[in-house]
């Protein structure tokens, strides 16, 4: 996988704004490199979902522009650059195992399965067994499974909404010092939301929604 220079923003948005009756969300300006760990922390209903929905694509700005390395957004280019994962479990199909849904998930993506990650991944995981059904899992492995899935395509761009939903405080722990790894070797700019502090020491900087 080929990361971005860390002298370019991976990320940038320019006066984005949303503006409905009811909610109004920006205008927004940052930029956000590549190796950075960003928290964006607000309650429920403060725009953090909002936020990543725009970086996906999903919800387009009203008014300014984002760039993904230096290009403006199109999901396409999202597609190929960008990892995403909520604390929903909705998208797995329930009755199939967990190796087709790690196969079916990467064709989706349109990625090579690099098997020597996919057997670290699985065994950071703690993942039982492959062949075991999805909807067999407790909510807590099927989350470890979502987190799983989004690093297994090695995104230059990690976005998690909610990631430590369903998941102890040893094991939050553990990914804390996983993704800080993957930061400053792989140079891959992070960024997750939290609408509480789960005192892990994440991030090297905060937004506040």
Same mark, same amino acid.
């Given at each position: 996988?080929?990361?971005?220079?860390?002298?370019?923003?991976?990320?940038?948005? +320019?006066?984005?704004?949303?503006?409905?009756?009811?909610?109004?969300?920006?205008?927004?300006?940052? !930029?956000?490199?590549? #190796?950075?760990?960003?928290?964006?922390?607000?309650?429920?209903?403060?725009?953090?979902?909002?936020?990543? =929905?725009?970086?996906? #694509?999903?919800?387009?700005?009203?008014? #300014?522009? *984002?760039?993904? $390395?230096?290009?403006?957004?199109?999901?396409?280019?999202? !597609? +190929?650059?960008? &990892? %995403?994962?909520? &604390? &929903?479990?909705?998208?797995?199909?329930?009755?199939?195992?967990?190796?087709?849904?790690?196969?079916?998930?990467?064709?989706? +993506? /349109?990625?090579? *399965?690099?098997?020597?990650?996919?057997?670290?991944?699985?065994?950071?995981?703690?993942?039982?067994? =492959?062949? !075991?059904? *999805?909807?067999?899992?407790?909510?807590?492995?099927?989350?470890?499974?979502?987190?799983? =899935?989004?690093? =297994?395509?090695?995104?230059?761009?990690?976005?998690?909404?909610?990631? %430590?939903?369903?998941?102890?405080?040893?094991? /939050?722990? $553990? *990914?804390?010092?996983?993704?800080?790894?993957?930061?400053?070797?792989?140079?891959?700019?992070?960024?997750?939301?939290?609408? !509480? $502090?789960?005192?892990?020491?994440?991030?090297?900087?905060?937004?506040? /929604?």
């Amino acid at each position: 996988m080929n990361y971005p220079n860390s002298n370019e923003p991976s990320i940038e948005l +320019k006066k984005a704004e949303i503006h409905f009756p009811l909610f109004h969300w920006g205008p927004f300006t940052d !930029q956000f490199y590549p #190796g950075e760990q960003i928290e964006v922390m607000g309650p429920n209903g403060s725009g953090k979902t909002t936020f990543f =929905l725009l970086l996906n #694509g999903i919800q387009w700005p009203h008014s #300014g522009e *984002i760039l993904l $390395k230096n290009k403006k957004l199109k999901r396409e280019n999202v !597609q +190929k650059i960008l &990892s %995403f994962c909520s &604390s &929903s479990h909705t998208h797995f199909f329930q009755k199939i195992s967990v190796k087709n849904q790690i196969n079916l998930y990467m064709s989706l +993506k /349109q990625k090579k *399965i690099n098997n020597t990650l996919k057997k670290e991944l699985i065994d950071f995981f703690e993942i039982p067994s =492959l062949d !075991q059904e *999805i909807q067999t899992l407790s909510s807590g492995f099927k989350q470890r499974l979502n987190l799983l =899935l989004t690093l =297994l395509t090695e995104p230059p761009i990690l976005l998690w909404d909610e990631p %430590f939903v369903h998941l102890d405080k040893v094991f /939050q722990k $553990k *990914i804390k010092d996983f993704i800080t790894h993957w930061t400053d070797t792989k140079k891959m700019l992070f960024i997750y939301s939290t609408h !509480q $502090k789960y005192d892990l020491n994440f991030s090297l900087k905060r937004l506040r /929604q």
